[in-house]
Each structure stands twice: as C-alpha cells, then as structure tokens.
C-alpha cells in the first residue's frame, strides 16, 4: 500500500500549486509573446518550470503522478541543453549577442522546437498535479493558515458549503465558510473570418440586463478540461473545436470559493449541434469581429471574469485592435 506522510504531502500539494502557476503562465501551455520568444526567454521559462517541477518533494507525491513529473522534467532536458549551449554562444559573441542578436543563435529554431516538443509533458504534468493539489477533503491551505477542522454544512446537487475551523497567520483560532463548486471553462471560439462567438443570456442573480460572455460551463467529475471545453462549446454555439490551446486560468472568487476557471482559444471549428440547457432557453450566439470582442472587453460590454480574462489573454492571437 503507498504511504504518503501528512506534512510531505502537504508541503507537495503547496508546491504543485505553485508548479502549476508556473506552467500555466509561461509558455508553451501560455501563449508567446514576441518577448517570450527571444531565445534567452525561452531557456528562462524553461528553467523556472523545471525549477518548480523540481522543488516538489517526491515522497510526498503519489507514484502515478511522481511518474508524470519526472516525464515532464526529462522533456524539458534537451531545452536545458540547448539553454546551456546559448549561454557558451553569448560569452563567445559578447555585445552581438544582447538583445535581438539573439536571435542570430544557429541553434535558435531548434530550442523553440524542443520547447514545444515538451508541451504534451507538460500539460499532462499540469493536469496531474492540479488534480493532486486538489485530492484532499480540505485541500491545500495559503501559507500561515492551518486547517484544525472541516465540515459540510449544506450539501446541495451544484455546490457545497463548509466550514473550517483554523488557525489564522496572526496565530488565532477562528473559523472560516466558504464554497466548493465544479472546476469551469470559458473558451475563446475564433473562426476563420477572425470572428469571436459571444453570447447573451440571462442569469438568475443578474436580473436587469442579460450578461454578454463567452461560451463556456462546468467541468463534470471526472471530466477533462480540454473534453469539457469542447463539449460546452458545441452544446451552446454548434461549433466543435478543431483545436484547443490553453490560455491560462482564473481564481474568480479566491476568499470565498475554491474553484477555477480554465481559460482556452478554439480554431479549426467545424459544425457540430447546439444542444442548449433548459436554463439557456433564452440563449443567443452572434459572431463578432475579435477586435469587437477586444473592445468590448476594455470599454466594459463584457464584464463576466471568465470570459474577459480569456479575451485579454488570448488577444496577442486574435486580429489586431485599434483602441481608442
């Protein structure tokens, strides 16, 4: 039977999150920008995820997912390499090589390709490791809190709430009620005219206006995000993705829910069926022009988190705007 001690796993669940942090804000599961795509960046990202990966105590982590880690660390190696043979080209050029030199490297091409040769490592890392953090009844806590004990007090088919007795960073004991409700995506849905699917519905605790916002729902247990972006997609626009990338990924309401949201571009859409819930029987779709979507989500038309957070995110992507 695998044994896991209490404060190794706690100390691992801690650092898977801040692993995750780290591959969900860099690239190649982030988006590159021009500033990340200099050479020197890319062996810096590199070296930080590895670095994270590294700092995640291996006793305190199951088998299965331990494996997945160590995959993930060998498909960063020939990046590190590469890393390191740049940084042998720099002392040799000295001044040629700072700045956009850089990207005279010979081996340039080369350390962009086995970075993103490293993506499916990485995100199955990623994948594996948020689930870990996220295995415990009462999960990982912020450093300086402790949790003394965890309890449901309303358990209903959407969502649950507990209550925790803890111990606060200022070292008094208090308590602390909060909700845990399903893992959801907002997809960025960009179809070959450079339209982005919006839609417009009404919300229950939004009553006066109808809220404008990307396509998107709930993680179903034991779903995955990929899966559950695809599904949403197609279940309320008719349009499957052809392929999806990760954008990144939201806390909406870190003081008082524990739940993410899982922010991804869609292209190389192809018709599937709309198959809408009795809840989204006022539904409307319309294609707008990305730069519409990115206006919209700076002028303050789309203010649901999500979906404007994807917007933001995705816009190095999409056709470009010209704001005001």
Known sequence: ???VSTDSSNEARQRAWDACVELTTRPPLAPRTPVAAVPGQVAHDATVISQALAAIPANGL????????DRARDGLGP?????GELERWRAQQGSAAVGEGERQWPLYAQLVTAFDEAKPALEMAWLALDAFARSSSTGPVPRGWATLDSRVIHQGPYLTVRRDDVRRPDGQEDFYEYIEVADTVRIVA?????????????????????????P?????KGEGVQVAAGRELEQETGWRPGRLEVLGRIDPLPGTARTTTHLLLATDLVR???DREPTEAGMTMRWVPAAEAVRLAHAGGIRE???LAAILLAQPQLPPVQLP
């Open 1 to 3: 039977m695998e044994t």
């Open 62 to 69: 199951p088998v299965g997912v331990a494996a997945v880690v």
């Open 79 to 83: 990046v590190l390499d590469l890393g």
């Open 190 to 214: 960009l179809n070959a005219l450079g339209e982005v699917a919006l839609l417009e519905d009404h919300f229950y605790l939004q009553p006066v206006h109808p809220v404008l916002h990307l």
């Open 216 to 220: 998107g729902g709930g993680v179903e």
């Open 272 to 274: 599937g069926r709309i």
């Open 305 to 307: 988190a999500g979906s």
